[in-house]
């Protein structure tokens, strides 16, 4: 059985959702194409709300990390925020031993992200 690679971009309720499809996100090649879909829907979309769902994932270089990062940057010139739901307690951790858990949001899944922003936001 294949496993699935790259991403899914949805948008549900003023937020656009990018759904890691694989367990693991390391291979720079993919990681490469992925960021690069993602910056090409950011520019034709400027969403406010960029969420990555890591739900699938058990694994992921630290290249993951400087992806997120540049999305970071890049969303947040039009005054946009990215977000980060479902990642398991050992990715999390990453998060925490290099400080990025106060950069981003996390929450346990799109709906209570949608929810808790917009409520930040009225």
Same mark, same amino acid.
């Given at each position: 059985?294949? @496993?699935?690679?790259?991403? /899914?971009?949805?948008?549900?309720s003023?937020a %656009?959702v990018? %759904?890691?499809? %694989?367990?693991? +996100?390391?291979?720079? @090649?993919?990681?490469?194409? =992925? %960021?690069? /879909?993602?910056?090409?829907? =950011?520019?034709?979309?400027?969403?406010?709300?960029? +969420?990555?769902?890591? &739900?699938?994932?058990?694994?992921?270089?630290?290249?993951?990390?400087?992806?997120?990062? *540049?999305?970071?940057? &890049? +969303?947040?010139?039009? *005054?946009? /925020?990215? +977000?980060?739901?479902?990642?398991?307690?050992?990715?999390?951790?990453?998060?925490? =031993?290099?400080?990025?858990?106060?950069?981003?949001?996390?929450?346990?899944?799109?709906?209570?992200?949608? /929810?808790?922003?917009?409520?930040? @936001?009225?």
């Open positions: 059985m294949d @496993e699935k690679k790259g991403i /899914e971009i949805t948008t549900q003023q %656009s990018v %759904s890691f499809q %694989s367990a693991s +996100i390391s291979d720079t @090649e993919e990681i490469s194409t =992925i %960021s690069k /879909e993602i910056y090409d829907f =950011i520019e034709k979309n400027k969403p406010s709300k960029l +969420i990555f769902d890591f &739900k699938q994932v058990k694994f992921f270089s630290s290249q993951v990390l400087g992806m997120l990062l *540049n999305m970071r940057t &890049k +969303i947040s010139a039009h *005054n946009g /925020e990215v +977000i980060i739901i479902a990642i398991n307690p050992q990715l999390h951790r990453v998060f925490k =031993i290099t400080n990025l858990d106060k950069i981003f949001r996390f929450f346990p899944d799109v709906k209570t992200a949608i /929810e808790t922003t917009r409520t930040s @936001e009225d």
